[in-house]
């Protein structure tokens, strides 16, 4: 239940699961707290576009480019990981807007199914981490 402009509470009839805190200043930079059930916590909290392409066929000429848009600087550390979940590679961008990298498998990882997502905050230690986006690796 959103606050009207210039209230600062609201008398509820039932305890809430969950508190989200919302500010924006005159800059439009966001910053949020959640007190309660995490599972009001989502990646558009932080993150407006998390995007990998190409997906399939990625190898040495052909990287997954991977870019992504925030609503604030944030601190990006991005995992690639095999189909058991292990970390293959990961980068890390600290206090940007966005990112634009490009993922080129090493010669020696197997062809497979890949997932690349990126774990992120902003300065006030607010967390979200990003959907896994699939990436296919068939080396040539």
Known sequence: MPLEPGKTSALVKEE??????????????HSYAVWGDPSYIHESMLVSYFSVYPNKNVNANTPAGINAFANNRLNW????KDEAGNIVDT?????????HLKWTPDADLPDGTYTISADVSNKQGFKVSTSPQTVTVVQK
């Open 16 to 29: 809430p699961k969950s508190i989200v805190v919302l500010g924006v200043d005159h800059a439009l930079n």
């Open 77 to 80: 550390k991005v995992y690639v």
């Open 91 to 99: 980068f890390n961008v600290e206090n940007e807007l966005e990112i």
